[in-house]
């Protein structure tokens, strides 16, 4: 069972920047790694994709050129930062992993391991 855990929420001012921790101790091998966020009376969505092997990295149009995804494969870490936020980007982030490319690089069943959760929380 491949568990993931995030790190690295918290409150922060719009304008601000935060920078979440995603540890995957056993990462999907030939897959890659994706955040995702669920904020309250909407459906969760995708955020951001990076494969474990290359550079191709993929982003929701709502955070593109603000959030940065990142990963660090020696230590079986994925980073998501976060800047010029809004408060628009309040959420709980999720990190996930998951090794179909078959399906859409934004579709929540494209992942099969997903971690608790952590909360972002943008004052105005």
């Known amino acids: 069972q491949v568990q993931l855990v995030e790190s690295g929420g918290g409150l922060v001012q719009a304008g601000g920047s935060l920078r979440l921790s995603c540890a995957a101790p056993r990462r999907t091998f030939g897959g890659y790694a994706g955040w995702f966020r669920h904020a309250p009376g909407l459906e969760r969505e995708f955020v951001a994709r990076i494969p474990w092997s290359g550079d191709s990295t993929l982003y929701a149009d709502s955070v593109k050129g603000r959030f940065t995804i990142s990963r660090d494969n020696a230590k079986n870490m994925v980073y998501l930062q976060m800047s010029s936020l809004k408060p628009e980007d309040t959420a709980v982030y999720y990190c996930?992993?998951?090794?179909?490319?078959?399906?859409?690089?934004?579709?929540?069943?494209?992942?099969?391991?997903w971690g608790q959760g952590t909360q972002v929380t943008v004052s105005s």
């Open positions: 996930a992993s998951g090794s179909n490319w078959r399906r859409a690089y934004y579709a929540i069943v494209a992942y099969d391991y």
